[in-house]
């Protein structure tokens, strides 16, 4: 029902890193592409980093690559990265360090361009300091308002994490859920993708985690698999 409610069949995910699109909104991202949408992402940072779990470096180059491989699997069409490698003063796990302004800025010119029917942002309760800051300049630059300088997005979702559980206030407390059952070996291919960030179990950055939290969701909607997501905006038009 959302994915034929609309004629403009264009969504945009944000991401503070690459891998958390798929993390939080594969399953969606992969049942919008075979209902004939067209999905693009916006990341805040794509870039290498040492991983304090698993104790090693990833390279620039090899991230990238990871997104265009996740991207083939998934279906999402393009990216744009706020912190591109080799480009902007690294940002990566420093976004609350980052004027909001610049944030919003980047978020707003997006949306310009693009004029989606759907965004999918991430939520707000996380413990990470990327994720609230990536978050807090996304529902900046999706404020309620007339569309005149920016276009009027009629729904907005918030997805959650694989540790959800954690995060302090506000927590993530999602009343709209998507059935990925069909799409749920779709959405692991895709974050086998990023081998980078994959951890072992019970990390809940494992495949094995991430399927245990579809179906745990799934439970509590009454499906086999699902993704939650908090309903920021619905507007029917």
Aim: aromatic residues 10%.
């Amino acid at each position: 029902m959302l994915f034929s409610a609309f004629k403009h069949k264009v969504a945009v995910v944000l991401a503070p890193h690459a891998d958390d699109e798929i993390l939080g909104a594969g399953g969606f991202i992969s049942k919008a592409r075979a209902a004939g949408w067209e999905i693009d992402l916006l990341f805040a940072t794509v870039s290498g980093y040492s991983s304090l779990q698993r104790a090693e470096h990833s390279a620039d180059e090899s991230r990238l690559a990871e997104v265009q491989r996740a991207m083939k699997a998934s279906g999402a069409r393009s990216f744009v990265a706020f912190n591109q490698p080799n480009g902007r003063a690294a940002a990566h796990l420093k976004l609350d360090c980052v004027p909001q302004l610049e944030l919003i800025t980047f978020i707003e010119g997006y949306l310009k361009t693009s004029r989606p029917s759907i965004v999918v942002i991430p939520c707000r309760g996380h413990y990470h300091q990327d994720h609230r800051a990536f978050a807090d300049a996304a529902l900046t630059a999706l404020r309620p308002a007339p569309e005149s300088t920016l276009p009027f997005v009629p729904v907005v979702l918030a997805y959650g994490h694989a540790a959800s559980g954690w995060g302090g206030t506000p927590e993530f407390k999602p009343n709209f859920f998507i059935d990925i059952t069909d799409v749920m070996d779709t959405k692991l291919r895709a974050l086998a993708c990023y081998e980078s960030q994959l951890c072992e179990p019970p990390h809940p950055r494992s495949l094995e985690a991430v399927r245990q939290n579809a179906a745990a969701w799934g439970a509590y909607a009454g499906t086999r698999y699902a993704e939650p997501y908090e309903c920021l905006r619905c507007v029917w038009q």
